[in-house]
């Protein structure tokens, strides 16, 4: 799940969020782990200008800060930005902190990872906006080289170009799984060519069907057989009868309800769901993920 409070977009934060903290990103960290849940994720912005604040919000933690402080007070799940925008920094720059960050949380990191859409966030650190799309598939390839097992890693591009510069400690993972994030067809098809995973972004159920058979067709075409996980966020929850105005696209009901809902998502191509649940407090998700956990996974197998 992507974890509430550390990012509040109008789109999906909850009212209750504005006043929670980091007492409370631990609190549901650690609920989502005795839950069962796969990864806690968290997103990515450097600064929100003024013409998008009042939908974004500038609330916006960092992921690695943040994935760090949670590594330190979970034990098993695992730890996604998504997704980071590393088209805003120098790889080797990215690389030293999530390489700390999978060596400190004993390998726990999934990296992902996306163009970005701010055109001002760019303008301000110095990165061609217009040229986002190409700046992260080289970033992608550098991050290969700079996050693999070698102490001195190398990579020789367009953009950035790097050897003998050591960095330790190295990932403890042999290989970080990159998962790629957008639904262009821009980025399925980087995704596809490129990365370990998919993360899509907004797509509805009816979209996938033809995405996944895209995915395929493009790593058939270009020989890739590596495995390869694709995910889907899936509507908002809510696990029994919420008594109060949850939206009309929620999936609610009963554990078996919502399970026959989600399994859909299995026979689409889908191999990894990321949930989200309506809540008016941290005790009402807490007791969300905790149902869910309880009584829908199992389900789900």
Known sequence: MQLPVQSQSTIYAEGWEAGAGPEDLVAVARAAERGG???????????VPTRLAPAMSTVWYDPVATLAHLAAVTARIRLLSHVAIVGLRHPLATAKQYATLDHLSGGRLVLGVGAGHVREEFEALGVDFRQRGAVLDETIEALRAALGPEEFPEHHGKLYDFAGLGQRPRPAQPRVPLWVGGSSPAAVRRAALK????LPQGDPRDRLPAQIARLRELRAQAGIGAPFT????TEPLYVGEPGWDVGRRTVRGTPEAVAESLRAYRAMGVHQIQVRFRSRSRSELIDQITAFGAEVAPLLD
Do not use: K, N, S
Not at 195 to 198: A, L, M, P, V
Not at 230 to 233: E, L, R, S
């Open 37 to 47: 849940f796969d990864y806690i994720a968290c997103c990515d912005h450097v600064a």
């Open 195 to 198: 990365g370990d995973g998919w």
């Open 230 to 233: 694709v995910g889907a966020i």
